[in-house]
């Protein structure tokens, strides 16, 4: 068998790491930059993207990168691939090991991984790399199998050695308390203090509305409120000291909360909520990641029945 190599990126691999994932997903990677080998090399060029390869004599068996925007002290550990005939050498792991060990020279703090729920290797990746479960991102993205309904992403992280990401000491809500105990163990908490307020994000991807806030304030409450309510909206809350009155104020305009992502540019986490999901059944393997998506279930439930009750008795017999 010829030695197996992992190494960094180069120009000249450009062509045959796009090949890598036609070979393996066809037409249905959900990231469209991959089927062009320019953009796998201007992102290189441009530090978005630092990959690495396993390559044999002849050709590249697996590819994985750290991704992120710039300047960020957190990248994502994605674009995973390995081609089959190269599967069961742990060539994933070995990908994500060494990214992980440049992770710091590279000026990071933080590393995540978006986990395709359909995929249970990649959950088993994740946390042999040292990953934990913090978040549901719910119907994220198209397929990459070609399945009809859009891929549910299980949100992880992974702290750089030397660096720490405490969440707010303070009394957790009754509903999610258990998770976020069990994130305050593996992250630690600080003293929540205030910070500055920037600028208020909102952008269509696909099917859904993705919503940024630094701060929750009664006027911006009213304006979400008023947002058409067939709208499948992702928002993404900067968590503070005022989480337990945020989340009561988001489940009464019908968000469920659904764990947390850590911020790009600080040491922050933003606290996630949704309104709107498909109805599904998922064996997600982790008790918390499981309770985040069958309490989302019943919220999407509870909100159609209360739309049907709410709407004029010829509508519901046209319905």
């Known amino acids: 068998m010829t030695p197996l190599i992992i ?50 004599d002849t050709a590249v068996l697996g590819h994985a990168a750290l991704r992120r925007d710039t300047p960020s002290n957190t990248a994502e550990l994605a674009l995973t691939v390995v081609h089959p005939a190269a599967q069961g050498q742990d060539i994933a792991t070995r990908l994500g090991r060494e990214l992980l060990r440049q992770a710091g020279s590279l000026g990071l703090k933080s590393a995540s991984i978006m986990q395709v729920t359909h995929h249970p290797y990649t959950q088993r990746i994740a946390k042999k790399l040292g990953f934990h479960n913090t978040g549901l991102l719910p119907d994220y993205v198209p397929s990459p199998f070609g399945e009809p309904l859009p891929e549910t992403m299980v949100m992880c992280c992974h702290m750089i050695e030397g660096h720490t990401r405490p969440l707010p000491n303070i009394q957790w809500p009754e509903s999610c308390r258990a998770l976020m105990q069990h994130l305050c163990s593996v992250f630690g908490t600080h003293q929540d203090t205030p910070r500055l307020a920037t600028s208020l994000q909102i952008e269509q991807h696909q099917h859904r509305v993705d919503i940024i806030i630094q701060h929750l304030n009664d006027d911006l409450l009213e304006q979400l409120r008023q947002l058409p309510g067939h709208w499948v909206i992702s928002a993404r809350l900067e968590l503070s000291r005022h989480f337990a009155r945020d989340l009561c104020s988001f489940s009464a305009l019908g968000f469920a909360f659904t764990g947390l992502m850590p911020t790009s540019g600080d040491n922050g986490w933003f606290a996630l909520f949704h309104r709107g999901v498909q109805v599904r059944s998922l064996d997600l393997g982790c008790v918390y990641m499981q309770q985040l998506h069958d309490d989302l279930q019943q919220n999407a439930s509870a909100t159609r029945s209360q739309r049907c009750a709410d709407a004029p008795i010829g509508a519901r017999s046209a319905a």
């Open 7 to 56: 190494r960094a990126y180069r120009p000249s691999d450009a062509n045959a790491v796009s090949r890598l994932f036609q070979e393996v997903y066809g037409d249905h990677y959900a990231q469209p930059d991959v089927y062009l080998p320019n953009m796998i090399n201007q992102h290189n060029a441009e530090g978005h993207w630092q990959s690495m390869l396993a390559v044999d």
